[in-house]
């Protein structure tokens, strides 16, 4: 791998690259233009990590490199879109899904040791399969449409809704042609009369919460368009998350995928005032105090089972509101998890605004009662950071990119994607400064019309400027992905990303955690060992490409 260090231009050289044109012959421009290029590569993120590099990262990533190479010309090249056109490593990602899927490179990525997962969606982090299957045996759910359930284009575009709940007042038959939108019908029966049985309904429940390529990518969508799909999405899967059984079931199943994925800890994004948890017999509810120790205890019981040699250090909790209106409103949302945090110390880890940024009020809205709660917090000695969604979009000069300008100066430590930081020179510069981190996630952005490929996303002009970023799925239930498809997609991204980019990032994500120093050096201890597990990991699987490697450095110690 070659040298990053920053190298030095005599007069001569930079007198010549100033003048542009007046090299003497190819050899002098040629020099320049190599120096040119070590230059900016030495401003790059991953600079340090190549320059510090031991010879078992060399050799691992060089590794890494063969494999990226050997998946293109296997599995991509001999590859055909249906309408004939060549697929290309990089190219949309559900598009090369079953590539990807097939591909060696996301093995590697698979046991990456990827640090903390910092920007997940507490109710979205699995595949919708779980909650589906689970539904079934609950006699409170109900589940109601905007359409009956008569033909095919009903099935296709009627909103589904799902709620546990005492018999409502409005019930009415979803197959009947001379049904009302959004009466409810008891979930039980509708799998009854479901045509197929209960295989085909879930089945076709699992479908309608996974985005496809056609109904991503088709010729009249729409960013607006896709969006309306994701809120309906998200309105379906919270009927099918939010009761007892199925929080406590999901917690302990999202944490055994956690450690799958190579996961070494999670700040988890509950949607809070939204979630008033029903008994499965909707007889009661839980209260959000009540739902955070069933956080805290299905934890601890899931840490418990792991096998030997598995770790998971645990989770924290981003206190998450939607950005309604009146503003006035959030003081309520505010000074709950005020309450929360003094409550359970150790879990409430930070506080976020959530909701598409395009269509709902700024952050610039809320800055009278964000600076009551910061002086509050200040006050009670606690430590409460924001961690707002900023920069989710492509407006450049309106109220949306606007919330990158506040949060900069309500003194955020993290950001939640800052996609359109890119545009904005002097922010990005400032945000350097202050050391706050964006928590990128690159197929959620490509799959909500951000960014048409991984190639085209702003993480690759924020790591050629070393701004600290983190990987993460965002609602991974919807993309049929997981974190490790995440970090193939920022490793195929861009010719220049390597095995110790891998490295910087999921640091990263660690450095700029809240965890505190203690719970930061239990973490950091451990991943550095399974990081050497994993190069030699990678050494002793690919044999051939290792072979490869011995060859060309005979004697090399490691």
Not at 45 to 55: G, H, K, R
Not at 111 to 129: D, E, T
Not at 343 to 358: A, K, R, S, T, Y
Not at 518 to 530: K, S, Y
Request: aromatic content about 10%.
């Amino acid at each position: 791998m070659p040298s990053v260090k920053s190298p030095k231009m005599t007069p001569a050289e930079a007198t010549l690259m100033e003048g542009s044109g007046s090299f003497k012959d190819a050899s002098q421009y040629e020099a320049v233009r190599d120096l040119l290029l070590r230059q900016e590569r030495s401003r790059a993120f991953d600079a340090e990590a190549l320059e510090n590099a031991t010879n078992l990262e060399l050799k691992a990533a060089d590794i890494v490199g063969q494999v990226r190479d050997d998946d293109q010309t296997k599995i991509y090249a001999p590859a055909r879109h249906r309408n004939g056109r060549q697929r290309y490593a990089g190219g949309p990602y559900l598009e090369n899904l079953d590539l990807i899927n097939a591909s060696r490179l996301l093995s590697i990525a698979q046991h990456v040791p990827k640090g903390a997962h910092l920007h997940i969606h507490y109710n979205s982090g699995l595949p919708p399969r779980m909650l589906v299957e689970h539904a079934r045996n609950i006699k409170a759910m109900w589940i109601r449409t905007s359409l009956p359930l008569t033909n095919e284009h009903n099935f296709r575009f009627a909103e589904v809704q799902f709620l546990v709940q005492q018999p409502p007042s409005k019930q009415g038959n979803i197959f009947a042609p001379n049904y009302v939108a959004m009466d409810w019908m008891q979930y039980q029966d509708f799998l009854r009369a479901y045509p197929g049985g209960v295989s085909a309904c879930e089945q076709w429940l699992v479908d309608r919460l996974t985005f496809t390529e056609e109904q991503t990518h088709g010729q009249r969508q729409t960013v607006t368009g896709i969006w309306d799909e994701f809120a309906i999405n998200t309105r379906m899967i919270k009927g099918l998350f939010g009761y007892e059984s199925a929080f406590r079931d999901y917690t302990r199943e999202l944490i055994r995928s956690f450690v799958k994925d190579g996961i070494q800890y999670a700040e988890l994004r509950p949607n809070f005032p939204s979630n008033v948890l029903p008994r499965d017999d909707a007889s009661a509810n839980i209260n959000n105090a009540a739902l955070c120790q069933i956080i805290i205890d299905e934890v601890r019981a899931a840490k418990a089972n792991l096998k030997p040699g598995q770790f998971f250090y645990g989770v924290k909790v981003i206190y998450c509101a939607p950005k309604l209106r009146p503003a006035a409103n959030m003081a309520t949302n505010l000074n709950e998890c005020i309450a929360l945090k003094q409550q359970f110390p150790n879990l409430i880890c930070g506080f976020d605004m959530v909701g598409p940024e395009e269509t709902m009020a700024p952050i610039h809205e809320y800055i009278p009662q964000l600076l009551e709660f910061r002086q509050r917090c200040n006050d009670l000695h606690l430590d409460i950071p924001f961690l707002l969604h900023a920069g989710e979009t492509l407006q450049n000069g309106g109220q949306t990119d606007a919330n990158l300008l506040d949060a900069l100066l309500l003194g955020c430590k993290r950001i939640g994607h800052g996609f359109a930081l890119a545009q904005h020179p002097t922010l990005m510069e400032l945000f350097k400064k202050k050391n706050i981190a964006l928590e990128v996630c690159p197929i959620g952005n490509e799959i909500l019309h951000l960014c048409p490929t991984i190639g085209g996303h702003a993480l690759n002009t924020f790591l050629a400027n070393d701004v600290h970023c983190t990987i993460n799925c965002d609602n991974s239930i919807f993309y049929s992905s997981t974190l490790s498809h995440d970090f193939y997609q920022v490793m195929i991204g861009s010719t220049y990303q390597n095995l110790l980019g891998w490295k910087v990032l999921a640091k990263w994500s660690l450095e700029h955690s809240c965890l505190n120093e203690n719970e930061r050096a239990i973490v950091d201890g451990e991943w550095d060992a399974q990081w050497s597990a994993f190069l030699r990991w990678i050494i002793r699987n690919h044999p051939n490409e290792a072979a490869v490697w011995d060859r060309a450095h005979p004697g090399m110690r490691y």
